[in-house]
Nanobody, 127 residues
């Protein structure tokens, strides 16, 4: 069992930056690939970014490529999403997710790939 807790969401203006964090507890964090997803009311949860268990491989949705950076600190059992140049369209509840991985380079980009989920943190970007 892996427990995930997001933090760092809030209300910002367009163009601002924000960093959200995901603290993990339970099973060995460094054995798990991680990801960020987001969801708005009435829409399906969508992929934002993913990172391999070692942190050496990352992947981004086209909509955030060049603006968002995913990273992790395995010593602190924490994953981060640095969001720059935020837009109103980035407004959503952001969820972190985890799944056990046997590879230092694999990442996963679909909701069904992940086993563990946090409760989400709201990010609101005003225009």
């Amino acid at each position: 069992q892996v427990r995930l807790l997001e933090s760092g969401g809030g209300l910002v203006q367009a163009g601002d930056s924000l960093r959200v964090s995901c603290a993990a507890s339970g099973r060995i964090f460094s054995n798990h690939a991680m990801g960020w997803f987001r969801q708005t009311p009435g829409k399906e949860r969508e992929f934002v970014a993913a990172i391999s268990r070692s942190g050496g491989t990352t992947y981004y949705a086209d909509s955030v490529l060049g603006r968002f950076t995913i990273s992790r600190d395995n010593a602190k059992n924490t994953m981060y999403l640095q969001m720059n140049s935020l837009k109103p369209g980035d407004t959503a509840v952001y969820y972190c997710a985890a799944r056990q991985s046997t590879s230092n380079s694999y990442f996963y980009i679909t909701v069904s790939d992940y086993i563990y989920w946090g409760q989400g943190t709201q990010v609101t970007v005003s225009s």
